[in-house]
T-cell receptor, first 114, second 113 residues
Framework: DTGVSQDPRHKITKRGQNVTFRCDPI?????LYWYRQTLGQGPEFLTY????????KSRLLSDRFSAERPKGSFSTLEIQRTEQGDSAMYLC????????????FGSGTRLTVV | DQQVKQNSPSLSVQEGRISILNCDYT??????FLWYKKYPAEGPTFLIS?????DKNEDGRFTVFLNKSAKHLSLHIVPSQPGDSAVYFC????????????FGTGTRLTIIP
């Protein structure tokens, strides 16, 4: 069990460019979540997968954001035409079944849009 | 609309004493409450949770208390240790909310040796 892996750890991009982040959950976990955290705030929910099905998307996830989880394994989060307001820490988490006992977060990808 | 609130951005406690972190919520539909701990450059780490049908849950040095009528919960750490210095997030979830967590803004705990 190597935990939840996120790649890259840091990304600096110019405004208007597209970026893609990857998350590898704990292998037996069927649920995968993306959160976003900005300075001074707690993590905010973006989207949730159960196996390969995307079951919920936050209204924070504009049309420029898309997430996939092909075959219910790893997941990608793509941001198109990045804006400075997209600068944040993007956190991925996974769980096996209910989240009542907490889910496991990765270390995050810090995005800076310049 | 901040449904989970942590009104103290920071707290300093002497090593060996009790640390008490507080959290308030507004949504009566929340079923579970969780505490996460976060070190810099790492993701949040799950500490302890409590169901809305209980009023106390204990795990080693960590105890969470829930007062449903007041919509208030607290995390007690005793005795506090230097390694407890971190940001603590309160979070809540609803069985009807696809298991998504709603987080507070966090409290930075500093343990003074």
């Amino acid at each position: 069990d190597t935990g939840v892996s996120q790649d890259p750890r840091h990304k600096i991009t110019k405004r208007g460019q597209n970026v893609t982040f990857r998350c590898d959950p704990i292998s037996e976990h069927n649920r995968l979540y993306w959160y976003r955290q900005t300075l001074g705030q707690g993590p905010e929910f973006l989207t949730y997968f159960q196996n390969e099905a995307q079951l919920e998307k936050s209204r924070l996830l504009s049309d420029r954001f898309s997430a996939e989880r092909p075959k219910g394994s790893f997941s990608t989060l793509e941001i198109q035409r990045t804006e400075q307001g997209d600068s944040a820490m993007y956190l991925c988490a996974s769980s096996l079944g209910t989240g009542h006992y907490g889910y496991t977060f990765g270390s995050g990808t810090r995005l800076t849009v310049v | 609309d901040q449904q989970v609130k942590q009104n103290s951005p920071s707290l300093s406690v002497q090593e060996g004493r009790i640390s008490i972190l507080n959290c308030d919520y507004t949504n009566s539909m929340f079923d579970y409450f969780l505490w996460y701990k976060k070190y810099p450059a790492e993701g949040p780490t799950f500490l302890i949770s409590i169901s809305s049908i209980k009023d106390k849950n204990e795990d080693g040095r960590f105890t969470v208390f829930l007062n449903k009528s007041a919509k208030h919960l607290s995390l007690h750490i005793v005795p506090s240790q230097p390694g407890d210095s971190a940001v603590y997030f309160c979070a809540a979830l609803s069985n009807f909310g696809n298991e998504k967590l709603t987080f507070g803004t966090g409290t930075r705990l500093t343990i003074i040796p």
